[in-house]
């Protein structure tokens, strides 16, 4: 292997199918130790702060922190990287996930939680749509599927091994531990991008007749704004996951390491499912698994305030796992296929813009509504919301 690999642009990445494969075997290791730093420092600093005697708003602030300003820079973070490419931004991100991890080493007072959240939570923005855009580039249309899964696949490892990491580390450890582990973990994709030794896309050259319009201009394709809304209605089921299920355990006496391990088996399910859904995809179109992620999540949901068990809470995540995992590779897909040309990692960053806005809104409103009436008005509303969106879905085939 030469000691340099030269940089590749989003074209000969597209036109070089022996290195499809190469390419995505470098994204997603890297994803899976960047997506473990956020999944597990979200469990962390949750945990850290209840322990605290934080309540459940102020445990939303902080999960809210980790979207805030994701949901102001997504956009303009995705217009980067059409310009000069991914590397760039993916490395910026993944120095950032170091810094901000390390952060409550030195102090796990509430303000170095404050400063950590935010910026990991901005620093795996800069990251995902840079590796989101690249996955996108490699191959053909027909292959976006399928990198998509893979993508995805490695993004549910890491879901399943970030919470574990926190909760058995705060168990043994302290609250301090699982920032020291994932710290280590951090430095891997420094390491990597730093060294520069694989191609990766370049920028979308396209004329500025072609860039006219902003936002407003790509929400005017019906397909891509069908398809963004859903996915605002997904990331709220996702987002009350994350952010609720631990202080809904914590209120129902579960140990740390057993709310580690719901959360994993929300991550088991999603990462079984995106395995099958090169078979899903042969059988049903994107629409139907979208419509089907829906229900499945909007029921769930509808039954979360009756566990009071480990084992209860763990089967219902595990089943909403299943939903919402099979709908993220098939938004993807669809956004790809329909972006205007040289524009998608600004559709990335649309779409991304709103899942944190979404991640932002859900922790401050649940988290205020929690405090003051329980936790199973906020599970029932976003259950009725979602099986809505699901029967909403069904009925508008174009979505």
Same mark, same amino acid.
């Given at each position: 292997?030469?000691?340099?690999?030269?940089?590749?642009?989003?074209?000969?990445?597209?036109?070089?199918?022996?290195?499809?494969?190469?390419?995505?075997?470098?994204?997603?290791?890297?994803?899976?130790?960047?997506?473990?730093?956020?999944? %597990? #420092?979200?469990?962390?600093?949750?945990?850290?702060?209840?322990?605290?005697?934080?309540?459940?708003?102020?445990? %939303?602030?902080?999960? +809210?922190?980790?979207?805030?300003? !994701?949901m102001? +820079?997504?956009?303009a973070?995705?217009r980067?990287?059409?310009?000069?490419?991914?590397?760039? !931004?993916?490395?910026?991100g993944?120095?950032?996930?170091?810094?901000?991890?390390?952060?409550?080493?030195?102090?796990?007072?509430?303000w170095?939680?404050?400063?950590?959240?935010?910026?990991?939570?901005?620093?795996?923005?800069?990251?995902?749509?840079?590796?989101?855009?690249? *996955?996108?580039?490699?191959?053909?249309?027909?292959?976006? !599927?399928?990198? &998509?899964?893979?993508?995805?696949?490695? $993004?549910?490892?890491?879901?399943?091994?970030?919470?574990?990491?926190?909760?058995?580390?705060?168990?043994? $450890? =302290?609250?301090? +531990? !699982?920032?020291? @582990?994932?710290?280590?973990?951090?430095?891997?994709? /420094?390491?990597?991008?730093?060294?520069?030794?694989?191609?990766?896309?370049?920028?979308?050259?396209v004329?500025?007749?072609?860039?006219?319009?902003? /936002?407003?201009?790509?929400?005017?394709?019906?397909?891509?704004?069908?398809?963004?809304?859903?996915?605002?209605?997904?990331?709220?089921?996702?987002?009350?996951?994350?952010?609720?299920?631990?202080? $809904?355990?914590?209120?129902?006496?579960?140990?740390?390491?057993?709310?580690?391990?719901?959360?994993?088996?929300?991550?088991?399910?999603?990462?079984?499912?995106?395995l +099958?859904?090169?078979?899903?995809?042969?059988?049903? *179109?994107?629409?139907?698994?979208? *419509?089907?992620?829906?229900?499945?999540?909007?029921?769930? $949901?509808?039954?979360?305030? &009756?566990?009071?068990?480990?084992?209860?809470?763990?089967?219902?995540?595990?089943?909403?796992?299943?939903?919402?995992?099979?709908?993220?590779?098939? /938004?993807?897909?669809?956004?790809?296929?329909?972006?205007?040309?040289?524009?998608?990692?600004?559709?990335? =960053?649309?779409?991304? #813009?709103?899942?944190? #806005?979404?991640?932002?809104?859900?922790?401050?409103?649940?988290?205020? /509504?929690?405090?003051?009436?329980?936790l199973?008005?906020?599970?029932?509303? @976003?259950?009725?919301?979602?099986?809505?969106? =699901?029967?909403? *879905?069904?009925?508008?085939? =174009?979505?």
């Amino acid at each position: 292997m030469p000691s340099r690999a030269p940089r590749a642009d989003a074209s000969s990445v597209t036109a070089s199918p022996a290195r499809h494969g190469g390419l995505l075997a470098v994204l997603i290791p890297l994803g899976i130790a960047s997506h473990t730093v956020l999944s %597990g #420092s979200r469990v962390a600093v949750s945990l850290a702060a209840l322990a605290q005697g934080a309540s459940a708003f102020t445990v %939303g602030v902080l999960m +809210a922190l980790y979207a805030l300003l !994701p949901m102001l +820079a997504a956009v303009a973070t995705g217009r980067l990287s059409d310009r000069v490419g991914v590397r760039k !931004p993916m490395l910026a991100g993944a120095t950032g996930l170091a810094v901000g991890v390390s952060l409550p080493l030195f102090s796990l007072d509430l303000w170095a939680l404050v400063a950590s959240a935010t910026i990991v939570g901005m620093a795996f923005m800069m990251f995902q749509i840079g590796a989101q855009r690249a *996955t996108g580039d490699i191959g053909s249309p027909q292959d976006r !599927p399928r990198n &998509f899964s893979l993508l995805a696949l490695g $993004y549910s490892v890491s879901g399943f091994i970030g919470p574990l990491i926190a909760g058995f580390s705060i168990d043994h $450890y =302290g609250h301090a +531990a !699982p920032f020291a @582990v994932l710290a280590v973990v951090a430095l891997l994709p /420094v390491a990597v991008l730093a060294a520069d030794r694989f191609p990766l896309p370049g920028p979308h050259r396209v004329p500025d007749a072609g860039r006219r319009g902003g /936002v407003r201009a790509l929400l005017r394709h019906a397909t891509v704004r069908r398809v963004l809304a859903v996915n605002v209605l997904l990331s709220v089921g996702w987002d009350l996951h994350t952010v609720f299920v631990p202080i $809904y355990g914590a209120r129902i006496g579960l140990t740390a390491s057993e709310i580690g391990m719901v959360l994993a088996a929300f991550a088991a399910a999603t990462f079984l499912v995106r395995l +099958a859904m090169p078979a899903i995809a042969r059988r049903l *179109t994107e629409h139907q698994v979208l *419509t089907a992620a829906l229900f499945v999540a909007g029921g769930v $949901y509808l039954v979360f305030p &009756f566990s009071q068990s480990a084992a209860t809470l763990g089967a219902l995540s595990f089943c909403l796992g299943l939903g919402l995992g099979s709908a993220q590779p098939m /938004v993807m897909s669809l956004l790809h296929l329909h972006s205007p040309a040289g524009r998608i990692g600004e559709v990335v =960053g649309v779409r991304m #813009s709103l899942v944190q #806005s979404s991640s932002v809104v859900v922790p401050l409103l649940f988290g205020a /509504v929690g405090s003051s009436l329980g936790l199973a008005p906020v599970f029932w509303s @976003v259950g009725v919301c979602l099986a809505a969106g =699901g029967y909403l *879905t069904r009925r508008s085939p =174009g979505a």
